[in-house]
């Protein structure tokens, strides 16, 4: 990032003042008629612009004030660009053309955006996946599927880059080669949870991570549902895998009809608590994901390859390819595949799982598997 003395200095003093909302931001922008000449403002004339934007609501407290004051400090600023500058951070406000035009008109846009990687690009569709941070064997393989075959067609997927379904989104998007970005509940230099940081950096080579929140800010807990805002605005559709019925991921769902996008829901067992959630949304009118097809037709114009199994078969891992070659057309039982593997169950079960969400094998009988014809 190149420094632009003349312009950056002002952008990031007022919109790196935490917690200062972008309503009280544009009031100071428009009260002195800039930003540089609401930077060289008494504390006084502040004062003065405080008394008359109460009368229209806007209510800048003592404490704001004082934080806007104490943040000029040209040299302190100078060493915080430099920081970013030193650690591949980059930065936009909304008085850049490159903001995203999706947040511009949300409740509450956050007037700055941290990026580590590329910026957003608007030209494409977006799907963001949430769920469970604790998820089962099969959210965690469904999401990597469903990613994976949407991220294939040249679709962003937007998750949060939290343990569980976010993670293994980020994962499916970044197995197709596909574009994926992580919205950050903390400062931009924090990887949180710590164990991602290899998907923390992978993610940043075709796509990136983004934060509203400075370096060194930590994962507070209500940093998480505002971060929610900023996952549902920029996308297209929200696709929801496991969640309970008071999940937080609902909190993202929630917003995301108030901006009037498609939510998806993957259906689960009615006995399974952590299907609760998506079973309700689809009660209440979720659009039910069955395969991926279910929401590439509602995003591109889509038709699904004849010799789609078969482009499947790229994507096995060693495991994986060996295991299907073993299955055929004729049923075959669990207990035969372990012995003829020597996997143990839970892997092996693992990886009959995935190749039937690759709409390879089928389960014609419980424990009996078979090729798809």
Not at 6 to 28: E, R
Not at 228 to 246: H, M, P, T
Not at 318 to 336: G, Q
Request: aromatic residues 10%; glycine residues 8%.
């Amino acid at each position: 990032m190149n420094i632009d003395y003349n312009n950056d200095i002002y952008k990031y003093w007022i919109g790196s003042i935490q917690y200062l909302k972008y309503n009280k931001i544009k009031a100071l922008i428009d009260y002195f008629g800039g930003l540089e000449e609401a930077y060289s403002s008494s504390y006084r004339a502040m004062e003065v612009m405080a008394k008359d934007y109460a009368k229209d609501g806007i209510i800048f407290t003592e404490c704001d004030l004082e934080k806007i004051s104490a943040a000029k400090n040209i040299d302190n600023i100078k060493k915080k660009l430099e920081y970013l500058t030193n650690h591949g951070i980059k930065f936009i406000t909304m008085l850049d053309s490159l903001y995203p035009d999706k947040l511009r008109h949300i409740y509450d846009p956050p007037f700055l955006l941290y990026y580590k990687g590329n910026y957003f690009s608007e030209n494409k569709k977006v799907l963001s996946i949430v769920g469970a941070r604790e998820c089962s064997v099969y959210g965690r393989e469904t999401a990597k599927h469903l990613a994976c075959e949407v991220a294939r067609e040249d679709i962003i997927i937007l998750s949060g880059l939290a343990r569980g379904i976010d993670s293994y989104a980020h994962m499916g998007a970044l197995h197709a080669d596909g574009t994926t970005y992580g919205i950050m509940g903390c400062g931009i230099d924090i990887c949180y949870p710590a164990e991602n940081i290899s998907l923390y950096m992978d993610i940043q080579i075709k796509g990136g991570i983004i934060s509203e929140y400075g370096p060194g800010i930590k994962p507070l807990a209500h940093h998480f549902p505002m971060r929610n805002r900023i996952i549902s605005a920029l996308s297209d559709g929200i696709l929801v895998i496991e969640a309970r019925e008071k999940s937080g991921s609902l909190i993202t769902v929630d917003m995301g009809l108030d901006q009037g996008k498609n939510i998806y829901a993957v259906p689960g067992r009615i006995t399974d608590k952590l299907s609760g959630g998506c079973n309700n949304l689809i009660k209440m009118g979720a659009k039910v994901v069955t395969t991926a097809q279910d929401i590439l037709e509602d995003f591109i114009d889509y038709m699904p390859s004849e010799f789609g199994q078969r482009v499947f078969t790229n994507i096995l891992n060693d495991d994986e390819k060996a295991i299907y070659e073993l299955i055929s057309v004729s049923p075959k039982y669990l207990d035969e595949l372990i012995e003829t593997t020597g996997l143990e169950m839970g892997k092996l079960m693992e990886h009959l799982l995935s190749l039937e969400l690759k709409n390879l094998i089928s389960q014609p009988v419980k424990n009996y598997y078979m090729k798809k014809g």
